[in-house]
């Protein structure tokens, strides 16, 4: 009882410290404003400094540190240390109160063990009530012992109830995911994650540990974070602000790609035509063949002077810029240059004076040449003219009714993939410092080719489950979506153990792999509660709100997740019943809308139904199956039992 008063104690010499930091930061944006410096600086130092103390301010009260070190040999022999998801500073001239998870010293909390105590003499975990407010009590493993000892408050914040948004996993990181977490910022990496291995985590982790361990270059350089759905978005949005980090881009493939709104459809077989890796040569081909061939040499009069460069050396010019292979823009600005630099010899050797106003003027009086050799053209005219009159072998991709022009067309999905293509050939596009892309087996080659152009000269982490791929074009393997990424080498890890998906689900969705044409490991469970409950019913809704209602009475959150054709009938039906649903605990998800979130209770109506609706419809099952984190409910009124 006298180390649970002095461990409260010490959380209230941790509050102390973040007030004082609080106080620190609100006095720096004072005397930030009043800086000396130029406008753009004094800007983002402000905008920095407002920042940092917005999100100090809104620090909730939650646990300022999980763990505590005692070490007993080694270079920090005879010191405890406090591990919390931000560093906390001790008064003026002292050591730090709490040290931040992704320290290099805090490693040793993840990675330490019996067999490799580290120099840890006995690692404490602790427990908090509700969201942390007080802390309740705490477990001791003596390490030094040597004997492998199972933690209980570990079990217990693993199998905690889901209700709300995605939580940081910083208490409760595996040792092969702290590996991962902490890969260097040059490495890419691969991790293919069955259902419940924490992977989404593990890339969102590595985002803070990255920030935190190269924030200058990453700063400039920028983090960007890839999501299936804005569901899923959302439901990831607090994970990286709760690990102090808040300057990642967020956001979906599609919005990434976005160049206005999307208000065509297309056809599957279309979609998969455009998605493919086919479009890029003939989208190549379109953008490049409206380079012509001089017919002329050019002349600029220069006062009593004319410059001419004849139509041999045009061509010589023009070829060998188009076999450069540089962006469009950049290809028609070599032609010019090189032109203007054979007129500027010509003129210096009359021993006229060549200035930047001479270079401009003679660079402006090419420019009629190069409207008809080397024509300006947008993404969207070059897309136009290619579905107006396709080649052959993609006649399917013929408008069906044309439009006036590329200004008034209705742009489908796939043609923003097509258009972003064509975007970073004639100009090449910003790229960040690091990518993380979640689902990433569901990336087409096209959208695997956009991802590549932001990350040519940056390292991305690669997250996904073969066995998830819902997609008409999913990966059936890494190696060559890594190629479409444009990071052949990045090393492949395979997470099998499932922290969040109890041992009866994880069985289940096992018997769906041999069914599902991919070579993925079979799921571990470390859970060894849940239920699983199979319904035959002959009324859906009925069936549905009985579920919904029996679930209810378990704590954590319901997800109820129906065929897309279902999802309006089935929340009617709740409605009619008056269950909350909408709500923080209940909600009503289409299938296709379900990768990447969890729930407590799962309520999965109509797997027949489900697997008849797609392509791939038995491996959007198994996502379905392996949301639930405690409890699974199948309803049917047809058979679909995978056999043994």
Same mark, same amino acid.
């Given at each position: 009882m006298e180390d649970l008063d002095q461990e409260r104690a010490y959380v209230d010499r941790c509050r102390a410290g973040l007030r004082r930091m609080l106080e620190g930061a609100r006095e720096n944006v004072i005397a930030g404003e009043t800086v000396s410096a130029d406008r753009f600086g004094a800007e983002r130092l402000g905008r920095y400094l407002k920042?940092?103390?917005?999100?100090?301010?809104?620090?909730?009260?939650?646990?300022?540190?999980?763990?505590?070190?005692?070490? !007993? $040999?080694?270079?920090?022999q005879g010191r405890s240390l406090h591990i919390g998801r931000r560093h906390i500073s001790g008064e003026t001239g002292a050591l730090p109160v709490v040290i931040d998870w992704r320290a290099p010293v805090s490693r040793v909390f993840y990675q330490a063990s019996g067999r490799d105590p580290q120099g840890v003499a006995v690692r404490r975990r602790f427990g908090w009530s509700g969201p942390g407010t007080e802390l309740t009590g705490f477990e001791d493993e003596r390490l030094a012992s040597g004997a492998e000892t199972s933690s209980r408050l570990l079990a217990a914040e693993i199998e905690r109830p889901r209700v709300g948004p995605m939580r940081d996993i910083v208490a409760t990181i595996q040792p092969e995911q702290d590996d991962l977490v902490r890969a !260097?910022?040059?490495?890419?990496?691969?991790?293919?994650?069955?259902?419940?291995?924490?992977?989404?985590?593990?890339?969102?982790?590595?985002?803070?540990f990255l920030l935190y361990s190269h924030r200058q270059r990453l700063r400039r350089a920028g983090v960007l974070v890839l999501g299936p759905n804005r569901a899923f978005l959302g439901y990831i949005a607090a994970v990286?602000? &709760?690990?102090?980090?808040?300057?990642?881009?967020?956001?979906?493939?599609?919005?990434?790609?976005?160049?206005?709104?999307?208000?065509?459809?297309?056809?599957?077989?279309? $979609?998969?035509?455009?998605?493919?890796?086919?479009?890029?040569? &003939?989208?190549?081909?379109?953008?490049?063949?409206?380079?012509?061939?001089p017919a002329e040499p050019v002349a600029v009069r220069d006062s009593s002077f004319v410059w001419r460069v004849d139509e041999d050396e045009l061509r010589r010019i023009v070829d060998d810029t188009a076999r450069a292979a540089v962006p469009y823009s950049v290809g028609r600005e070599r032609v010019r240059s090189r032109i203007v630099a054979l007129m500027q010899l010509q003129a210096e050797g009359r021993a006229l004076s060549v200035n930047a106003a001479w270079l401009q003027r003679t660079g402006r009086a090419v420019t009629p040449f190069l409207d008809e050799v080397w024509p300006t053209v947008g993404p969207e005219q070059v897309l136009f003219e290619l579905l107006c009159d396709p080649p052959k072998d993609l006649a399917a991709l013929r408008w069906a009714k044309r439009p006036r022009s590329f200004r008034s067309a209705k742009w489908t999905a796939a043609d923003a993939v097509?258009?972003?293509?064509?975007?970073?050939?004639?100009?090449?596009?910003?790229?960040?410092?690091?990518?993380?892309?979640?689902? #990433?087996?569901?990336?087409?080659?096209?959208?695997?080719? #956009?991802?590549?152009?932001?990350?040519?000269h940056g390292s991305i982490t690669v997250l996904g489950d073969l066995a998830q791929g819902t997609a008409p074009w999913s990966a059936r393997s890494w190696t060559g979506q890594l190629e479409l990424l444009g990071k052949p080498q990045a090393q492949v890890i395979a997470l099998t153990t499932g922290f969040r998906v109890p041992a009866a689900v994880v069985e289940l969705a096992n018997r769906l792999l041999a069914r599902l044409d991919v070579d993925v490991p079979a799921t571990l469970s470390f859970r060894t509660d849940g239920r699983l409950n199979t319904v035959d019913v002959t009324d859906l809704d009925k069936a549905v709100v009985e579920a919904a209602r029996e679930a209810l009475g378990h704590e954590g959150s319901i997800g109820v997740l129906v065929p897309d054709s279902l999802t309006e009938s089935v929340t009617a039906a709740l409605r009619d019943a008056e269950l909350p649903v909408g709500g923080e605990r209940l909600t009503v998800m289409p299938v296709s809308m379900v990768k990447?979130?969890?729930?407590?209770?799962?309520?999965?109506?109509?797997? #027949?139904?489900?697997?008849? &609706?797609?392509?791939?419809?038995?491996?959007?099952?198994?996502?379905?199956?392996?949301? #639930?984190?405690?409890?699974?409910?199948?309803? $049917?009124?047809?058979?679909?039992?995978?056999?043994?």
């Open positions: 920042s940092l103390a917005k999100e100090m301010g809104e620090e909730p009260d939650g646990p300022p540190f999980f763990g505590r070190l005692d070490f !007993g $040999s080694g270079e920090h !260097g910022l040059d490495e890419s990496i691969c991790v293919q994650g069955a259902p419940g291995t924490g992977k989404t985590a593990v890339g969102l982790h590595r985002a803070a990286l602000p &709760a690990l102090g980090e808040v300057d990642v881009e967020q956001t979906t493939v599609e919005e990434l790609l976005a160049r206005g709104p999307v208000l065509g459809t297309d056809t599957e077989e279309v $979609s998969v035509i455009k998605h493919g890796l086919g479009m890029a040569k &003939a989208l190549r081909t379109a953008l490049y063949g409206r380079i012509g061939i097509l258009l972003d293509e064509l975007a970073g050939l004639i100009e090449r596009p910003g790229g960040f410092g690091h990518v993380i892309i979640d689902e #990433a087996q569901d990336l087409s080659p096209m959208q695997c080719r #956009a991802v590549a152009r932001r990350s040519e990447g979130l969890e729930y407590d209770h799962v309520i999965v109506a109509e797997p #027949a139904d489900i697997i008849e &609706a797609e392509t791939r419809g038995l491996n959007r099952l198994y996502v379905a199956l392996t949301r #639930a984190v405690s409890r699974l409910d199948i309803l $049917s009124s047809r058979d679909w039992m995978p056999r043994r």
